[in-house]
């Protein structure tokens, strides 16, 4: 006990600790707050297109968490493919499903409920097992390795281009969908 009260000690002395954070920490502590907000404003909005354009936002906000871990190859795609290319897909599927632009009544299912119990249940979750995991683990951003491109392409494509390439085949399905959504209502109409 003593010895890790003198190792929480040497730490902060050192600068690493929770007493004295950097400014890329409070940095990262305020936009992870307001990307939240903007998650939160994502999923509770009955307009589905300001629900598009809040996602915008909160992809926008993960891009600038991947910036200050330094990890500028991943935030560039981040922007490109997330930012530029999903949302422009879902605002594209919204538009030829002719959904509402304004409020939506369907939009609500009334589970909103059991939809907040489990989505605090599975943050609760995921804040527990990460900080029971990194609890004692101090990471140094300020190596050449970390969030360098060779690194993080290595990673990307040894252990998740299955998950990236089934993402794809779903999106590209989904903007199928919308398309053959919207021919049917059109010949329905005549």
Do not use: C
């Not at 890790?4 to 992870?32: D, H, I, K, M, Y």
């Not at 097992?129 to 990673?155: C, H, K, M, Y």
């Amino acid at each position: 006990m003593m010895l890790a009260a003198q190792g929480a000690a040497r730490l902060a002395a050192e600068g690493n600790g929770f007493l004295s954070p950097t400014g890329v920490e409070v940095a990262f502590l305020l936009v992870g707050i307001a990307t939240l907000g903007a998650a939160v404003i994502t999923v509770s909005t009955r307009q589905l297109v300001h629900a598009a354009l809040w996602l915008v936002v909160t992809l926008g906000g993960l891009a600038v968490e991947y910036l200050l871990l330094t990890a500028e190859f991943i935030a560039w795609v981040q922007v490109l493919i997330y930012v530029g290319s999903v949302v422009v897909l879902l605002l594209f599927g919204l538009m030829l499903t002719k959904a509402p632009i304004g409020r939506s009544p369907d939009a609500d299912s009334g589970n909103r409920p059991a939809a907040v119990a489990v989505a605090v249940a599975a943050a609760g979750a995921l804040v527990w097992v990460v900080v029971d995991a990194f609890r004692t683990t101090w990471i140094n951003l300020d190596g050449p390795a970390q969030g360098s491109t060779r690194v993080s392409g290595e990673i990307l494509f040894r252990h998740w281009v299955l998950p990236f390439e089934a993402l794809s085949v779903l999106l590209l399905a989904a903007l199928v969908g919308a398309i053959v959504l919207s021919r049917k209502s059109g010949k329905e109409q005549r």
